[in-house]
Structures are given as C-alpha cells and as structure tokens.
Nanobody
Framework: QVQLVESGGGTVQPGGSLRLSCTAS????????MNWYRQAPGEQRELVAS???????NYADSVKDRFTISRDNSKKTIYLQMDSLKSEDTAVYFC?????????????WGHGTQVTVSS
C-alpha cells in the first residue's frame, strides 16, 4: 500500500497564496499520474488538478490560471501552488495516486489537508 502525506494547508485571507505538498512512499513514484482533489462541506469531492508521469497538466475551470500543479520525482512529491485564493476554495484537499489496474494497483489517497480562505 502506497502512503501519501499532504502538508501545507492552513488559513489565508482572500487573495493570498498557499502551497500544498504531497509526498509518496512508493519507490517508483515517477510512473504514476497524480491528482489533487478537494471536498468542501456538504459537497462532493472534485478534481482540481492533474499531472501525468509525462508532466502533462490539467485543471478544473474554477482554478485555471490561479493554481499550478507540479512534481519533483527525485523527492517523490507533488505540489499545488494556489494563488489568488477565494473563499470558495475553502475545502479539504486530497492527494491521489491514480490506479494501474493492469498491475493490480487500485490507487491511493492521502488523508487530506484543510485549506480555509477567510477574512
């Protein structure tokens, strides 16, 4: 089982910035596509940003041009740089390692880190 540990959450004022990190225990981290999801109270979990093993990125429309996902394979870590934060970005943010069914791996989730945007 791969462990994912998120960090970097906190409380910030609207317009502020935070950087989330997620470090994986897998020694073959570089082959996995990775995602950031978030879940606000009473809402479904939603995909925020993705980065493939080939460094291709994709973003939800709501965060495009404000958030940047990146990865450092040497540190087995992905990042989510969040700028121009809005109150509606308040949520628990989860790191996800996508499954590889052909290899019998169903994926893995971190425990989440709280991001609160409030004045």
């Amino acid at each position: 089982q791969v462990q994912l540990v998120e960090s970097g959450g906190g409380t910030v004022q609207p317009g502020g910035s935070l950087r989330l990190s997620c470090t994986a225990s897998s020694p073959i981290f570089s082959i996995f596509d990775m995602n950031w999801y978030r879940q606000a109270p009473g809402e479904q979990r939603e995909l925020v940003a993705s980065i493939t093993s080939m460094y291709r990125t994709n973003y939800a429309d709501s965060v495009k041009d404000r958030f940047t996902i990146s990865r450092d394979n040497s540190k087995k870590t992905i990042y989510l740089q969040m700028d121009s934060l809005k109150s509606e970005d308040t949520a628990v943010y989860f790191c996800n390692m996508e499954g590889r069914p052909a290899q019998g791996f169903s994926g893995s989730w971190g425990h989440g880190t709280q991001v609160t945007v409030s004045s």
